[in-house]
């Protein structure tokens, strides 16, 4: 049984930064790409942020540029999203995901609310 769980999320002004946090437990899953999405009310879900698998590059949505970094610790099977300069439109649920082939899984969700 596979689980991620996310940490994080919380209320910030406009300008301030956020760190999510998400833990994956469970069966081995090597050879995966992990990622972060985002979904705001009444909004698709997008890709914020992902680290593939192969080669280690990162890859980050137009608006996230510059301002998101992921990471992972593979040791700690961690990874992360560091959030600056947060703006009124990142607000959304964050979701930690990894996948590989037609494998999937995803996490609950940490809400980030910029005002």
């Known amino acids: 049984h596979v689980q991620l769980v996310e940490s994080g999320g919380n209320s910030v002004q406009a300008g301030g930064s956020l760190r999510l946090s998400c833990v994956y437990s469970?069966?081995?899953?090597?050879?995966?790409?992990m990622g972060w999405f985002r979904q705001a009310p009444g909004e698709e879900r997008e890709g914020v942020a992902a680290?593939?698998?192969?080669?280690?590059?990162?890859i980050y949505t137009d608006s996230a540029k510059g301002r998101f970094a992921i990471s992972q610790d593979n040791a700690r099977l961690m990874w992360y999203l560091q959030m600056n300069s947060l703006k009124p439109e990142d607000t959304a649920m964050y979701t930690c995901?990894?996948?590989?082939?037609?494998?999937?899984?995803w996490g609950q969700g940490t809400q980030v609310t910029v005002s």
């Open positions: 680290i593939y698998s192969g080669d280690g590059s990162a």
């Open positions: 469970g069966s081995s899953f090597t050879q995966r790409n």
């Open positions: 995901a990894a996948w590989s082939g037609n494998t999937e899984y």
